[in-house]
């Protein structure tokens, strides 16, 4: 991919996420910080990345190292960010007795 | 320029999981579909991570002859092209050790976070977050470093052979200023919610540390930052590289400790933006789609709730940045002076107003939070609906330590969402109320937001709490003012009556006084 695609998915995916973002309800802010902290642990891509390659000399070797050490600390952002959303958001309940809908 | 070779079935799963994590945010439009948007994002990450995993799989190709393939590029300085040209298909000799190591990775990482999420406290979520968005920032700097040492691994460099020394391989200049940008996030990012961290999690207190022309140094090391990214491109030396992992430490640092702790809801949320741009930058060089998409979502996330939090504020971004706010309430702390005639009431008065209300607005800050009230402020509550008493919370969008830290702690003491209102919501009704009752809020409902233009957070939208019919202020003395340095009208109004006492003994003590 060129870099004028590349950089059409980004704008494009920022006007996505402005219209998303403005979307989500100020009670759940906080749980929208703690899932997008655990979705940016998408970086764990590029830690596997240099974990997995054949490490070709000292540079190579450091950076497989590098690679394990960022995996680590990707998926505990990965499995933390998300499990402590899912504690969070299955506290937010409705009123026990039937309401009239709203809105 | 060509890229590594792009599989186009791993590239539309990137794609896909993109698309899952744009959907895990749209489902956080309401809590009924919160629990299936989280999920999304679990299945997104899942087809991330898969797809990295199958289509990087460690180990090296291995010829039919017994000829190594990499060997073979080495030599004709091509790309993996020249081993589907063989009469006879490579085979992939998988690297086991590897795979276990990276396993073992993730399987460290799952058993931390996992416990960690189950282990925290409601009340620590402003530190759990920083720390997470400090995870990130480091991962990425881990991860420019290793694109670094090894960038024919990430399909970033091509080989160039010298007349004269050792061939080596040279980064695109377009990836160098990614990979420049990226690491300057990800270390900002780091080195700031580290501080962030220390500063909500009290191991640093929280006034903020101002140094003598931080402003030129703050700036003078920026665009040292910007300076070198761009001679990056020109110079691929290691001590480029580095010079500008530790200035954006630095930097990171600088930009964080002169920020007070009021105004932490900002700093989180800013963080949380920065963790999304160097996913972003990373995501770029990788040329990765779900890394872009989600870098792009949670810049934009993070971008947006720190507007919000400075609009609830009526302050601008670069004012809070420049930092300093807050400073002269530590000065002033204890000097605060009550020479104003104000009411003080019990928990049993308190008790005798609520009982004989018909509508109750409960309105709680950072100090109820502090306190862990929010349990016994529930108890409360339901002993007034038992009374037939009508109990709403008003939430500013500011009150706590991040965006939202409000509504959790409510909804964790099982606090139906429908009795939790905004402040634009909410904010006419505190007229026909009988009774606001204030707990660990302070600044949020000063009246001299609206009125006195000298006051530092003239112009803040605030909870009307001074149009009700009584004001019962939960309070822990009268002597301390709030994270502004301003004192509350509010305190001082006939229809006011102060409760002073630690916020959750006082909230028990009415539970006791409604039986």
């Known amino acids: 991919m060129d870099f004028i695609a590349i950089l059409s998915i980004f704008v494009m995916a920022c006007f996505v996420g402005y219209y998303v973002v403005w979307s989500v309800t100020p009670a759940l802010h906080t749980p929208l910080m703690a899932v997008t902290n655990a979705i940016s642990s998408v970086i764990i891509v590029g830690a596997l990345i240099a974990a997995a390659a054949a490490g070709i000399g000292a540079g190579g070797a450091v950076s497989k190292w590098l690679g394990l050490l960022a995996v680590v600390l990707a998926s505990v952002n990965i499995f933390g960010g998300f499990a402590v959303t899912a504690r969070m958001l299955a506290m937010y309940k409705k009123k026990e007795r039937p309401v009239p809908a709203k809105h | ?515």
């Not at chain 2, 999920?39 to 199958?54: D, E, F, K, S």
């Not at chain 2, 420049?322 to 000097?335: E, M, V, W």
């Not at chain 2, 301003?486 to 229809?495: K, Q, T």
């Open chain 2, 1 to 515: 320029m060509e890229h590594a070779s792009v599989n186009p079935w791993a590239a539309f799963a990137y794609l896909v999981a993109g698309v899952c994590f744009i959907l895990a945010l749209r489902g956080l439009s309401s809590p009924a579909t919160s629990q299936r948007g989280n999920r999304m994002g679990i299945i997104g990450m899942t087809i991330a991570v898969v797809t990295t995993l199958v289509t990087h799989v460690p180990g090296e190709m291995v010829e039919a002859t017994g000829q190594l393939c990499s060997q073979m590029h080495t030599i004709a300085g091509s790309g993996p092209a020249l081993c589907h040209d063989m009469t006879y298909a490579p085979v992939l000799v998988v690297d086991w050790s590897t795979v276990g190591l990276i396993l073992a990775a993730i399987a460290i990482g799952a058993v931390i976070g996992l416990t960690t999420a189950r282990r925290i406290a409601m009340t620590d979520m402003p530190q759990l977050v920083a720390a997470f968005h400090s995870l990130v920032g480091l991962a990425a700097v881990l991860v420019a470093a290793a694109a670094f040492l090894n960038p024919q691994a990430f399909g970033i460099a091509d080989m160039v052979i010298p007349l004269i020394g050792k061939p080596f391989f040279a980064i695109y200049p377009q990836s160098r200023i990614e990979m420049g940008l990226g690491i300057a996030i990800g270390a900002i990012t780091f080195s700031g919610s580290v501080i962030a961290f220390l500063k909500l999690n009290g191991n640093m207190g929280g006034a903020p540390i101002l140094l003598p022309a931080r402003h030129i140094i703050n700036l003078t090391v920026l665009a040292a930052i910007l300076g070198l990214v761009a001679y990056f491109t020109q110079d691929q030396s290691a001590w480029v590289f580095w010079t500008i992992t530790i200035l954006s430490f630095a930097i990171g640092f600088l930009l964080i400790i002169p920020i007070g702790g009021a105004d932490m809801p900002v700093v989180v949320s800013m963080l949380n933006s920065y963790s999304g741009w160097a996913a972003a930058a990373m995501g770029f060089t990788l040329h990765n789609t779900a890394m872009i998409i989600t870098g792009a979502l949670v810049g934009s996330s993070g971008a947006i709730l720190s507007y919000i939090m400075c609009k609830a504020m009526n302050r601008s971004f670069i004012s809070v940045i420049a930092g300093g706010f807050g400073a002269t309430a530590a000065a002033s702390d204890g000097a605060a002076k009550v020479d104003r005639p104000w009411k003080r009431g019990s928990a049993e008065d308190a008790a005798f107003l609520m009982s004989q209300a018909e509508q109750v607005i409960i309105v709680p800050g950072y100090g109820m939070a502090v306190a862990q009230a929010q349990h016994a402020l529930r108890e409360m509550a339901d002993k007034l609906k038992a009374h037939g008493v009508r109990v709403k919370y008003a939430i500013h969008p500011v009150a706590g330590r991040m965006p939202g830290h409000m509504n959790v702690l409510l909804a964790e003491a099982n606090v139906p969402y429908d009795e939790v209102f905004e402040l634009e919501d909410i904010n006419g009704e505190f007229a026909q109320t009988d009774v606001a009752f204030v707990i660990g809020a302070n600044d949020v409902t000063n009246p001299a937001a609206k009125t006195d233009k000298s006051s530092p957070i003239y112009g803040m939208p605030i909870l009307d709490v001074e149009n009700a019919k009584t004001v019962l202020f939960v309070k822990r003395s009268m002597g301390g003012v709030g994270y502004a340095g301003v004192d509350n009208d509010v305190f001082y109004r006939d229809n006011t009556m102060m409760l002073l006492a630690d916020a959750k003994k006082m909230v028990e003590e009415i539970v006791k006084a409604l039986d």
